[in-house]
């Protein structure tokens, strides 16, 4: 976007603020209904003067208002899921975030996943207390639970700016402004004009007479009418360029979102977007996502979880049985915990921290378990503690050894399934290289790992063996219980794993 054409900048107010340059990007966040939404179109609307542009204000994922000659940007599809998205896929756009908490409700389930979202992402908050006009309300019981969810507010230990508004009435939401820029302020964001082009695409879809549209909020450098646009998924020129306000622009500078014409499929939410081909894949290729079927590491030593669980009895059980997996350096974490199924958001928020997603009698909804192996997120569902507990032990014994290599030895595939005695059996015959007793073993269908063991027996007719060589065929019995089936590819690690 070119130019303010139309905001209302109050006369006689000073413009020359802004000493960092870059205008703040701000996400809103919190739980349904505490008024997210209606603080976002308060804001909108009290400060930006649509009038002018002819009365049409278009929603295009985020827009600018001017705030006592300083810009600020709001990302206005509000909630947790959008900002963590886009974490996800290695494009943080937010420099201050505004936990919305509703005076009357207080502290929710998604104000508690909000928090975790936040504290992932490192980003400084504010707390917007809101339906303050309502009767009977507390900012002290909010202020207490708020420090009971480890949020450390100003008077209960912490230096969190809370600030009591109506988004209905629009009191005190100037006063939240003020400390949106204050907060940024601290962070020093410079405008880093000068660089090639990057930045984040937060909105997308296809439009039956435009073709594939996206909002791109710029990160670094100056996107231009006729630039080219590469993300990891698609790539582009730029047809034409639409600020917030429905306007046709030539150029958008650092921390504006502008329409983007021109892609030739439409882009993910979240991706990263660059003048450049190969600096996206660059980009891409850091992402610290470990995908398959291993524990993710955050760290040596540790393994992160995110857990849900049919009820609060389960969790508590869960979590003091995981006290009694710590060790000295080693650690589980529990990163967030809640009751309910799996969700998308669950899915995100293991994704940015490297968790892995426990299920205790819980289900995945079809669209978070898509999304996890889009993220190359590892969910496991359990309905035993102590097979959990059995997993999580096994995991953090892999994760003690020092520099697992996992070499491929052999592969074998499963021919038929038979029951000798108690023991499910597979017969396999060994396609290339060697299986050896000692062998640790992958599961593999289409594949994809479906799970790990090693051998308890091994059986050429009657007789036990140690090895089976290629074209050779053998019985199996697995240490511990794996779902396979006819048609899987088992493959040796080798004992160097063990
Ligand atoms: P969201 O789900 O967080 O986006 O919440 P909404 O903005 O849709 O608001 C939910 C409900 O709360 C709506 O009925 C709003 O009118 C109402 N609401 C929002 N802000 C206020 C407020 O400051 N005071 C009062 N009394 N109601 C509010």
Do not use: W
């Amino acid at each position: 976007m070119a130019k303010n054409k139309s905001r209302t900048i109050e006369k006689g107010q000073q413009s020359t603020a802004q000493p960092s340059g870059r205008p703040p990007v701000v996400a809103i966040l919190g739980h349904v209904d505490h008024g997210k939404t209606t603080l976002l179109d308060y804001i909108r609307r009290s400060h930006v003067a649509a009038k002018e542009a002819g009365g049409i204000t278009q929603h295009i994922g985020a827009y600018q208002v001017t705030h006592k000659g300083r810009k600020i940007t709001f990302i206005d599809t509000p909630g947790h899921e959008a900002f963590s998205a886009m974490r996800a896929r290695g494009g943080s756009v937010s420099d201050v975030a505004v936990l919305v908490v509703a005076a009357d409700d207080g502290v929710m389930p998604q104000t508690k996943e909000s928090i975790a979202h936040l504290k992932a992402a490192q980003t400084p908050f504010i707390v917007a207390v809101n339906k303050m006009d309502l009767p009977g309300t507390n900012i002290d019981r909010i202020k207490k639970q708020l420090s009971e969810e480890g949020v450390l507010v100003e008077g209960f230990g912490g230096d969190v700016v809370v600030v009591p508004i109506s988004a209905k009435r629009g009191e005190g939401v100037d006063n939240l402004l003020e400390m949106v820029n204050l907060v940024a302020d601290m962070q020093g964001l410079k405008e880093e004009t000068g660089k090639d082009f990057s930045g984040v695409v937060i909105e997308s879809k296809l439009d039956k007479f435009k073709g594939p549209v996206a909002t791109v909020l710029v990160k670094e450098g100056v996107l231009r009418i006729g630039d080219p646009v590469h993300t990891k998924s698609t790539t582009g020129k730029v047809k034409a360029l639409v600020g917030d306000e429905g306007v046709p622009v030539k150029e958008a500078r650092p921390s504006t979102p502008v329409e983007v014409l021109g892609f030739a499929a439409v882009p993910k939410v979240g991706e990263e977007v660059s003048s450049k081909e190969a600096e996206t894949e660059k980009v891409e290729s850091k992402k610290p996502i470990e995908t398959g079927e291993k524990f993710v590491r955050p760290k040596e030593n540790e393994i992160r979880l995110i857990i849900k669980a049919d009820a609060q009895g389960s969790l508590e059980a869960i979590t003091s049985s995981l006290e009694k997996l710590k060790k000295e350096n080693q650690q589980v974490k529990i990163y967030y915990s809640d009751t309910g199924n799996i969700t998308d958001s669950d899915i995100l928020l293991a994704s940015a921290t490297k968790s892995l997603v426990i299920g205790f009698n819980a289900n995945i909804s079809n669209t978070a378990s898509k999304l996890a192996s889009e993220e190359g997120v590892l969910v496991r569902t359990y309905n035993i503690i102590y097979e959990l507990i059995d997993e999580l032990e096994e995991g953090l014994e892999a994760i003690s050894r020092p520099e697992v290599k996992e070499e491929i030895l052999g592969n074998a595939e499963i021919l038929k399934i038979f029951t000798a005695e108690e023991d499910k059996v597979a017969g396999c015959r060994t396609i290339s290289g060697r299986i050896n007793k000692g062998d640790l073993l992958a599961i593999k269908r289409d594949g994809k790992e479906i799970g790990r063991s090693k051998i308890v027996s091994m059986k050429h007719r009657d007789s036990n063996i140690n090895e089976a060589n290629e074209g050779e065929e053998f019985g199996l019995i697995f240490e511990k219980k794996v779902p396979f089936a006819k048609s899987d590819i088992i493959v040796a690690m080798g004992s160097s794993v063990n």
